[in-house]
């Protein structure tokens, strides 16, 4: 079975801090995606990546950027975290394009 | 652009009855079409896919799923509701040439009552 795993489940961090999410797969996937999800407004496309050192802008990525040194690990980092950045973010990864994307557990972020 | 649409926002059905739900896309081609499933705090679980070929897909936990291109939709089925079943469910267009990219729906918040 795919895993991807999060570094953490809940985190809560104060305004201006800057946040570090981690994303592991084990699938050697090679596109990894990160989503925030706000209830009512499903789940956006903050950034992407495809291959290692490769990212891709998705429908909000203002407020964050992403790293990915290796295959299998994908970071989603908030330079300086804001209250309206207080969300579930998920992090997924797929192999072929497009296919099934397998999801993490989810961290829920709540900034103060 | 693509999009998906799913109507219906939160549907409480009984336990053992049919169940839909209703998912329409946007897309100029055919597309890849997936369910996934969300219980509260967790991530999303693939319930079923469609690709190409028979246009009725089943998938994981009773869940199934019908391709209709005339009418762009893949409503999701079951014939007989689970209290376990509650949660939410979100349907997603692949597209082509996208780098994996999936477009996903709002969702629908099922309910289950005793």
């Known amino acids: 079975d795919v895993k991807v795993t999060q570094s953490s489940r809940y985190l809560v961090k104060r305004t201006g801090e800057k946040v570090f999410l981690e994303c592991v797969q084990d699938m050697d996937h090679e596109n990894m995606f990160w989503y925030r999800q706000d209830p009512g407004l499903g789940l956006r496309l903050i950034y992407f990546s495809y291959d290692v050192k490769m990212k891709e802008k998705g429908d909000i990525p203002e407020g964050y950027s992403v790293s990915r040194e290796k295959k299998e690990r994908f970071s989603l980092i908030l330079e300086s975290a804001s209250t309206n950045q207080t969300s579930m973010y998920l992090c997924?990864?797929?192999?072929?394009?497009?296919?099934?994307?397998?999801f993490g557990p989810g961290t829920r972020l709540t900034v103060l | 652009a693509q999009s998906v649409t799913q109507p219906d926002i939160h549907i409480t059905v009984s336990e053992g009855a049919s169940l839909e739900l209703r998912c329409n896309y946007s897309y100029g081609a055919t597309p890849y079409l997936f369910w996934y499933v969300q219980s509260p705090g967790q991530g999303l679980q693939l319930l079923l896919k469609y690709f190409s070929g028979d246009t009725l897909v089943q998938g994981i936990k009773g869940f199934e799923a019908e391709f209709k291109r005339s009418q762009s939709s893949f409503n999701l089925r079951k014939p007989s509701v689970h209290w376990s079943d509650a949660a939410e469910y979100f349907c997603a267009v692949g597209v082509r040439g996208s780098q994996g990219n999936l477009i996903f729906g709002k969702g629908t918040k099922l309910s289950v009552k005793p």
């Open positions: 997924a990864s797929s192999s072929v394009n497009p296919d099934t994307q397998y």
